[in-house]
């Protein structure tokens, strides 16, 4: 993991004044290739990642090489073996998150929200974990956090990355979509109106996120 300076991060998180919903531009995040980073490209990796890349939000979430196994209607029907037979055992680290899903996957289907939401956070920690994270407990330092908005236990809508200013200060976002610069200090993580927020605690940063935050000067 990387981590900012306390100076960035006041940056970042200023204590005083205002943080507008659409934040500040990251200076020179609009050149090619990253301004064409999606959401989550930016929260789970800092770089333009293609949607088909092994771990990226969109192959995990939605394709037939991901975790689910769908019906017809893109429906979870349940967990993909391929995919978990191959990351239980190149990343042993995110075994705890395969149990939790299949321990939870029939009630989810079932409809049980408590177990929707179990497997809700499961699948954000085991997607972070794939792309290099370090999760921290769930009440771990709250320094760097990432966050996800959803319409459903099973999908994604938006990713942000949550940075925390010195002395347990104010948190502010740092976030973009496809083809927009990265947006600074922004008071919210975009798509509020998206009945579901996961916000999972994560040690620091990626080299290539810190790199791109570290031009705010």
Not at 35 to 64: F, K, Q
Not at 102 to 130: E, P, V, Y
Not at 153 to 160: E, R
Request: proline content about 4%; overall charge negative; glycine content about 8%.
């Amino acid at each position: 993991m990387t981590y900012l300076s306390e100076a960035q991060r006041n940056l970042l998180a200023p204590a005083y004044g205002n943080h507008p919903r659409d934040g500040a531009t990251v200076p020179t995040s609009n050149q090619e290739p990253f301004v064409n980073a999606a959401c989550w490209g930016w929260a789970l990796t800092g770089e333009y990642e293609h949607a088909d890349n092994a771990y990226t939000a969109v192959t995990i979430y939605n394709s037939a090489n991901g975790a689910f196994v769908f019906d017809d209607e893109q429906v979870p029907i349940g967990l993909n073996a391929e995919f978990f037979g191959i990351t239980d055992v190149i990343f042993p680290q995110t075994i705890p998150y395969h149990q939790a899903l299949q321990d939870n996957l029939a009630d989810a289907l079932a409809g049980h929200a408590d177990a929707q939401d179990t497997c809700r956070i499961a699948l954000m920690k085991l997607t972070a974990t794939l792309n290099g994270h370090t999760i921290l407990a769930d009440d771990g330092s709250e320094i760097y956090t990432m966050v996800m908005k959803s319409s459903s236990w099973y999908g994604w809508d938006h990713w942000s990355l949550g940075i925390q200013g010195v002395g347990g200060g104010v948190i502010t976002y740092q976030q973009k979509v496809n083809g927009t610069p990265l947006q600074y200090n922004c008071g919210v993580t975009w798509d509020e109106h998206q009945p579901l927020e996961t916000v999972i605690r994560i040690d620091g940063l990626l080299q290539e996120q810190v790199r791109m935050l570290n031009r705010v000067v």
